[in-house]
DNA sequence: TTGTATGCGTTATCAA
DNA sequence: TTGATAACGCATACAA
């Protein structure tokens, strides 16, 4: 591998010119601009970027820590963040941490020091108090962390609202929902107050069953089997996500339900995905777009030292389709 | 951000002795040991990775180029990935290149230039002949770069068999085949000779139409429709991925066919998200985790300048359910 | 307009 | 068992 040193040696100039050359500082005369230019190009060479990091101090990487890219929203939202990341000059690093808070705790600590410029989190694992590290600009997505980690979100109690209403319109009373675990901090949680709000608000009693976002098909399987046998008289169901929504419609029918006829279902999330491949289904899009130019502007803005708000509530919109 | 320097100082030694502690070399009296830890303790020391990358002159990162993590294949794909090189003591850098030559060009001239110690590619833009750079290992997944690149891909001549010989097996005769362009050189191309030999073998006509994957699904609508708008008669159709092949399932409804009664469909990629999401789609499915395994290990292999093969063709299987 | 010397934070060689 | 110093490749302050 030639280097800066190299160049000059053929260049017959100095390290610091031909430094100059490359990126353009100071004043330069034709001549010398075209013999580093061909030595460059004879020597093949391109600058050792971990040099430049060095001495720069920063790295131009952005990590993006979520649970898994395999996920039709996660997926979205990598592609998303890594598009509006690219065009403000930064390449991505991911760590996808599902069912493996080690995994996240080792990113964490590995992306903390100085390997990254800046870090997007959404990774849902419970117990890691580690992101207090000071010095490393980090913006949550759908996930609080404390307090000074400003957190983008879709407006999970209008989603929630939406969802509910909808069902109630349609004529459904036994609304069951599902959503996380009740003692992990997301903004998803809002979904379930919303929910909850809107039931009582008709005298309608709440049943919310918790499945943890990280777990398997199998043991998501067990739980949304319990719905239906635990409330043989369910009439609608608001789902956490669009895969669990399509889960528990496939698992009614082996119940003997028929949607929409003999249930309602409605989804959260929304992506183009899940929109193309079940139209049908009802649900909640988030501007997976729009978080993620937030997310990066937001990053942007800590990168600065400027301040930002500590929350930013994206509008969702309803996918009205047949299933609910 | 402390340094090593730092350390040292408030443990009453020199840098040399904290970087053998660090790094678990030489001789080192417990007594120092446990200086050092405490000094890093108090100063909440963490190594400087870029330092140390350029040390060693490698950065522990493997960059991975596809076309986007949205789609359903390159997601779990990627996850995949992930995962291996994770285990392997390895951290992704990420690179989307949909729809966008100018970006995989860019991707490729700053990664190749020492900022990841390997490269995985997927990406599917034509005209980019700069891989030929030497000195970066490369893998290439269901994609032919040039002859020193090893090629990771799922067997898709038998896939391409299987399918046709399926959809002729359930009554078709009039059967059509999606794919790429015939003159992007991909493995995906070799579905395309086995269709067409299995339709030869049972003179039939083979009727290929040929779509750019890296294009919007407006633009794939067009293509879709003029299928049925140029063969009204068509029995079947074989499909490029699934994602088309639902996409196509939209459009016969719109036609008044009916699947499978009135037409059949296979798909091919057969991921875990559309196998939930869409269960009754036959299709072809790619083993994902053992191309992600194989493209690791081979990656490794020439990382350690280990001989390889050219080519790593693995095994599909058929979802056999009832759209085809 | 160009060159010399220094530092970015780490690891390794060699000497003590 | 520990320390001084050079090297990794680049970019800048300062000098010429």
Redesign the interface.
Known sequence: ?PKLEDVAKRAHLSKTTVSRVLNKRGYLSQKTIDKVYQAIEELDY??????R??YKNK?D?IGILLP?????FF??L???L??RL?QQGF??????SMNNPQ?EADYL??L????VDGLIVGAHNQGIQQYRHQ?LPVVAIDRVMNQDIPVVASDNYRGGQMATQRLIEHGACKIIHTNGPHDLATPAQRRRQAYEDVMHAHNLQPITYEVDFNVS?QVKDQVFRRIFEEHSNVEAIFASND?DA??IM?LASQYGRHVPEDLLVIGYDGT???R????QLTTVVQPIDKMARTAVEILQKRLHKEPTDKEYLLPVTLWESQTG
């Open positions: 591998m391109h600058p050792n970027v971990v040099a990091q060095l790295t990487l898994t890219v395999a996920n039709p997926g979205e990598t592609a998303a890594e598009d690219y390449k991505v690093l991911i760590g996808n995994k600590q590995q903390l020091i100085k390997q010095g098909t895969t399509v889960q496939q183009k995905m899940v193309e491949l079940v139209p």
